[in-house]
């Protein structure tokens, strides 16, 4: 089977593909938005190893780089990977190491999606998707860049326009400079203009007027103006909303404190995105992180269990769990410290969550190389 016609689509809440409902169990893996430009972990273990491991119990990487990464990656070495460990990357740019990767991915049927997780590498998480140092005619430009130079690799399947908008971040007001309804619009109209086949992924927000005074989102957690502000794509079937949800390893919302928690939690799950799909509005729904310790006894179990299964009870086929790397300080790793043990339990709740996943081809591809 080639990977030649792997061009997904959504209809009806899904994501398909040759005229077949997919499953997209995915994982993130982190470190290339970082000041290493590199992906986490090559400092004590080998690329192809992590590669094989992850296509063993997933079948998508989202893959979080900076703008600033996008914009110089071919004059730009990477820091901290062990020669040792990684003979095949000795002496390659930043750019050749994220090709390589996004290769060794398409031979083992793994899709990447692309996350532009944060403007500046040594930067925090800003709370719109511009700044003064990259504004947005920087970003437009950094997600070109991108798109062209995977646009022939099948397995770079879709574009995570801006990670976690939050604060100011607004969704609907009509204001240009925090409506991120109406920038995901211009940043996808680009994405989409150099590469159709795309599937374009939009974040929520964290606060907005649809949400009740007091009722605390995640970043990038609810799209509920959608219902009456919808983003708008000039290629159809390519829409979906990727929201970000966590539990009580990550942060004390006021719900988990709840008499009924877990079992509160659908309730808000729905009113946050979970209507997209259930009053059929036609895009589809895909979290781009959920995650945590998930520890044996404690109340993030029981929200990661819960969460698994109203997935499967709503029919949400596709997620990325946060992640792969142990070095995430509020959630942890699917691997421990050792870059080569998994939590087992965090494994079979990913699975619970998504009992089928898709399995995509296994084929070559080429980036274009500047």
């Known amino acids: 089977m080639s990977g030649a016609d792997c061009e997904l689509h959504v209809q009806d809440g899904g994501i ?154 607004s969704w609907g007001d009509g204001n240009t400079a925090t409506d991120w309804r109406l920038a995901a619009e211009r940043i996808a109209g680009v994405i989409l203009a150099a590469n159709p086949k795309l599937l374009i992924l939009v974040e929520g927000v964290e606060r907005n007027g649809c949400v009740q005074p007091g009722e605390n989102c995640w970043w990038g957690g609810h799209v509920a103006a959608a219902q009456k502000a919808p983003v708008n794509l000039p290629v159809q079937g390519k829409l979906v909303y990727s929201p970000h949800v966590y539990g009580p390893d990550v942060f004390a919302q006021p719900y988990f404190s709840d008499p009924s928690f877990p079992n509160n939690m659908p309730q808000i799950w729905s009113k946050h995105f979970g209507f997209i799909k259930q009053q059929g509005h036609g895009p589809a729904i895909c979290p781009g992180e959920w995650g945590g310790w998930a520890k044996e006894g404690g109340k993030d179990v029981q929200w990661q269990l819960k969460l698994a299964d109203w997935f499967v009870e709503t029919d949400i086929t596709d997620s990325f769990y946060w992640c792969l790397n142990p070095n995430s300080g509020d959630t942890g790793g699917i691997l421990q410290e050792d870059w080569a043990t998994p939590h087992q339990h965090k494994l079979d709740i990913v699975s619970r969550a998504h009992p089928n996943p898709t399995k995509w081809p296994q084929d070559e591809v080429t980036p274009i190389a500047p």
């Open 16 to 169: 398909y593909w040759r005229g077949d409902r997919v499953s997209i169990k995915g994982v993130n893996w982190f470190g290339f938005e970082t000041a290493d430009f590199a992906l986490h972990g090559l400092w004590c273990a080998d690329m192809m190893q992590l590669l094989d491991f992850i296509a063993q119990h997933f079948n998508a990487i989202r893959l979080p780089f900076s703008c600033e990464l996008a914009l110089n990656m071919d004059a730009r070495q990477p820091g901290n990977i062990n020669d040792s460990a990684n003979p095949q990357l000795r002496g390659l740019t930043t750019g050749q190491v994220l090709d390589r990767f996004v290769q060794e991915c398409a031979r083992r049927g793994l899709l990447v999606l692309l996350d532009m997780h944060r403007l500046a590498a040594a930067g925090d998480i800003p709370e719109l998707w511009y700044s003064a140092e990259y504004p947005e005619s920087a970003v437009l430009q950094g997600w070109k860049t991108m798109v062209l130079r995977y646009k022939d690799c099948w397995n770079v399947f879709a574009a995570d326009l801006n990670n976690e908008p939050h604060g100011c971040a």
